[in-house]
């Protein structure tokens, strides 16, 4: 089994629809991230946890929020989707040692 | 913020070397990753260097100056299956990433 999953891997949905992408891991990780990649701009930071009650906001958060529901599960929402939000988002996880970085597979979400 | 700087495409022979230079600029620097990355599919892990010099590992190396905000990954040997992005990522005090656009390498036979 995968270390970092991510669901759903492929979504298409309309603009002002509220979606959600969700990440789960079994390493056992209290670090989490939520990236996202568009062509030619590389993997921008959303969010980011530390534990369970410890939320962070990344790089480009405005129009995301997420949730830490337990150290294995860190969820993604876009309130309000919008076509610029189309892109390849990856969750990773981050152990103790820096050796210890895994990337979800990936989800890809286009937005109409 | 972070800056990251890294050429766009590079194009080499099977059997080669090729060597990917990062400059960078930052703040609360955590040291600084490579990343492979196939076309849609997840970034791999390749190294990671905190101090100043060069880690090797098999055909990879990279190296670190980190006061001259410089970076650069070698590949030895090439392969065709070394056909992909490599990313360049220096680490922030919170152990997050801030990745370059990467380098698209392809690998010619």
């Known amino acids: 089994d995968a270390d970092v999953t991510q669901t759903p891997r492929n979504r298409i949905t309309k603009t002002g629809k509220r979606i959600m992408l969700e990440c789960s891991q079994t390493?056992?990780?209290?670090?989490m991230y939520w990236y996202r990649q568009d062509p030619g701009l590389g993997l921008r930071l959303i969010y980011y946890?530390?534990?369970?009650?410890?939320?962070n906001k990344g790089e480009i958060s405005d129009g995301y929020s997420v949730s830490r529901q337990a150290q294995a599960k860190f969820s993604l929402s876009l309130e309000s989707a919008i076509p610029n939000q189309t892109a390849l988002y990856f969750c990773a996880t981050v152990g103790e040692s820096y050796n210890e970085q895994f990337f979800g597979p990936g989800t890809r979400l286009t937005v109409l | 913020g972070q800056n990251i700087d890294q050429p766009t495409e590079m194009t080499a022979t099977e059997g080669a070397i090729v060597q990917i230079n990062c400059t960078y600029q930052?703040?609360?620097?955590?040291?600084l990753f490579w990343y492979q990355q196939h076309a849609g599919e997840a970034p791999t892990f390749l190294s990671y260097?905190?101090?100043?010099g060069l880690e090797e590992k098999g055909r990879f190396s990279s190296f670190l100056s980190r006061s001259k905000g410089y970076s650069y990954l070698l590949l030895k040997e090439l392969q065709m299956k070394d056909s992909a992005s490599y990313l360049c990522a220096p680490s922030g005090s919170a152990r997050q990433l801030t990745f370059g656009s990467g380098t698209q390498l392809t690998v010619l036979p």
């Open positions: 390493k056992g990780h209290d670090r």
């Open positions: 946890s530390f534990d369970v009650k410890d939320i």
């Open positions: 260097n905190v101090l100043d």
């Open positions: 930052t703040s609360g620097f955590n040291g």
